[in-house]
């Protein structure tokens, strides 16, 4: 594993180190958990994105279609395409912390997985570390959208803006909504982190006043290169069977980062032949180029789409990784009833 960029300053890491360390015993044995509650006993909330037809959907007949690929009822594997009113499926814990994380699965810009990249990340990241999550099915650029290469990026920028708008009545800090996407999800989640400043669609209501810059990005096994190191399928479904030269750079996210970039935590297998390492390691260099504040994690084995319920071994204790850089680069306002991370224990 070889990790890059500052996380804290050694003063700060001991005291959040002793402080986690029974945090993160419990997220390691989380990670490992396969099975999520009966999603059909108890449905999560859902909010819908937009106020209305989706800007630039207008007059498309598509008839959203969701397929369950698992047999396990334990075990829930489903996929959703044709997405023309893109929504947020709400995982509250128990014991909310006050931080929202805005989650875009992947499914190479085909599908979007809703449960092995959405629900199956509950026990982890809301249950043990005390995130709300908002799992973003967003709409697909092979699916006659206008404007399509660029629908993802409007519904997570929505979506990001909605997560804003409704903070207080979640309990939630404004400031500190993040951003983790998977695969081609994460070319979403990255376009995002380096693309939030982009009007990507005409305002709609108060919603779009606000700031879509995410106060950081996770980045698991992410698409980012639509050059030589390219997803194939990633690439055909968001720009065509032939794109030109400025379309491959410009959607080619390492070329994207720029001051205004927020942190980022990347994470990859090194034995992935799907979405191969060097999408990772070229964004990695941007951000260092860039001066931008980042970790990375890089793992020999563990191949394409583990999530959560695929993690082996070593890798099995990522999300605990994810969480503790989550709660250091999400610092929430301090109250007198909270605790100062300063404090030692």
Known sequence: MHASGSVLSAVRQRPIRARWRA???SLVALATMTAVPSLAANPPPQLQVWPGMAP???GLDLVQRVVERSTDPALPDR??????????????????DGRALLVIPGGGYQRVVLDKEGSALAPAFADAGGLTLFVLQ?????????????????????A??????????WGL???????????????????LATRHAERAYAPQDAADALDARPAY?????????????????????????????????????????????PPVFLLHAQDDTTVPVENSLLFEAALRRA?????????????????????????????????????????????ASAPSDDRTD
């Open 160 to 169: 990001l803006r909605l997560i804003r708008l409704h903070a207080a009545e």
């Open 217 to 261: 990005a996770v980045l698991v096994y992410p698409v980012i290169d639509m050059g030589a190191h390219a997803h194939p399928g990633s690439r055909q479904k968001l720009l065509g069977d032939a794109p030109d030269p400025a379309a491959v750079r410009a959607y080619s996210l390492q070329e994207r980062v720029d001051a205004s970039t």
């Open 79 to 96: 996929y959703v395409d044709s997405v023309a009113a893109p929504s947020l499926t709400v995982y509250r814990p128990a014991h909310p």
């Open 173 to 191: 800090d404004a400031a500190s909504v993040g951003v983790m996407g998977f695969s081609a999800g994460g070319h979403v989640a990255a376009s």
């Open 56 to 58: 630039g959907s207008e």
């Open 138 to 158: 967003y709409r697909l650029p092979g699916e006659g959208h206008r404007n399509a290469r660029d629908v993802p990026l409007a519904d997570a920028q929505r």
């Open 23 to 25: 945090l993160l015993a």
């Open 291 to 335: 001066g931008i504040e980042h970790e990375t994690h890089l793992y020999a084995h563990g191949g394409h789409g583990f999530g959560v319920r695929g993690a082996q071994g070593t890798l099995a204790s990522w999300p605990s990784l994810a969480i503790a850089w989550i709660h250091a680069h999400a610092l929430l306002p301090r109250t």
